[in-house]
């Protein structure tokens, strides 16, 4: 007999009401013990498919002199737009599993207060509607314990999770190099997620 090991009996299945109604219809994935509600996360298909359908039409309309240049650049913008999408989802997906199975946090001296953790709070709350001006407003306020910290030891305070997410999405800009990876290490320290981190150090420029 052919038996999976628990790491890999992963599965997605649709749990509808017993009435048929779809309204409360709620997708689950499921690995070993552990189920999350990832209805929500299925919108990025559709959200991909709208992308993909939308860039196909927008280069078959081009007229033929258009330069291969400008070709090439819309597509990779498009196909940087899909891998963002996606790593969103997966990212997503990682921090629903991470919570439920209450993993024990690795980053207990990683306590800021103060000013500048509230202000992290505020703009980790407003999600993609934080504007360039939100991010040149949050100072440190001088020289705090994380600004003489060296990338080593930075690292050191970050969960993995959140140091392999911050990596991938380095990548995906083009920012994968140990200046940018420093500061924006500094700003997950300071109370940051790994999304406005980047945004900070890409938009302000005492951080370059």
Same mark, same amino acid.
């Given at each position: 007999?052919?038996?999976?090991?628990?790491?890999?009996m992963?599965?997605?299945?649709?749990?509808?009401?017993?009435?048929?109604?779809?309204?409360?219809?709620?997708?689950?994935?499921?690995?070993?013990?552990?189920?999350?509600?990832?209805?929500?996360?299925?919108?990025?298909?559709?959200?991909?498919?709208?992308?993909?359908?939308?860039?196909?039409?927008?280069?078959?309309?081009?007229?033929?002199?258009?330069?291969?240049?400008?070709?090439?650049?819309? &597509?990779?913008?498009? #196909?940087?737009?899909?891998? %963002?999408? +996606?790593?969103? @989802?997966?990212? /997503?997906?990682?921090?629903?599993?991470?919570?439920?199975?209450?993993?024990?946090?690795?980053?207990?001296?990683?306590?800021?207060?103060?000013?500048?953790?509230?202000?992290?709070?505020?703009?980790?709350?407003?999600?993609?509607?934080?504007?360039?001006?939100?991010y040149?407003?949050?100072?440190?306020?001088?020289?705090?314990?994380?600004?003489?910290?060296?990338?080593?030891?930075?690292?050191?305070?970050?969960?993995?999770?959140?140091?392999?997410?911050?990596?991938?999405?380095?990548? &995906?800009?083009s920012? #994968?190099?140990?200046?940018? %990876?420093? +500061?924006?290490? @500094?700003?997950? /320290?300071?109370?940051?997620?790994?999304?406005?981190?980047?945004?900070k150090?890409?938009?302000?420029?005492?951080c370059?």
């Open positions: 007999m052919n038996v999976r090991p628990a790491a890999c992963r599965e997605c299945i649709l749990r509808v009401p017993a009435d048929g109604g779809a309204t409360s219809s709620h997708a689950l994935y499921r690995i070993s013990t552990v189920s999350v509600d990832v209805t929500d996360l299925l919108n990025v298909d559709f959200e991909l498919l709208e992308l993909i359908d939308h860039a196909v039409a927008h280069l078959a309309g081009l007229p033929v002199s258009t330069a291969m240049e400008e070709k090439a650049s819309y &597509a990779q913008w498009t #196909l940087t737009a899909v891998l %963002e999408l +996606q790593l969103d @989802r997966v990212f /997503a997906l990682t921090q629903r599993l991470g919570e439920c199975r209450a993993a024990p946090a690795r980053d207990a001296e990683l306590v800021t207060g103060g000013t500048t953790a509230h202000l992290c709070e505020v703009i980790n709350r407003m999600g993609r509607r934080a504007q360039p001006s939100d040149a407003r949050l100072k440190p306020g001088g020289r705090d314990v994380f600004s003489s910290m060296n990338l080593e030891r930075l690292v050191n305070l970050i969960p993995n999770a959140v140091w392999v997410e911050t990596q991938v999405r380095l990548r &995906a800009v920012l #994968l190099i140990p200046k940018y %990876e420093t +500061q924006v290490a @500094r700003w997950l /320290a300071r109370g940051l997620n790994v999304y406005h981190a980047i945004e150090v890409k938009w302000d420029p005492r370059r």
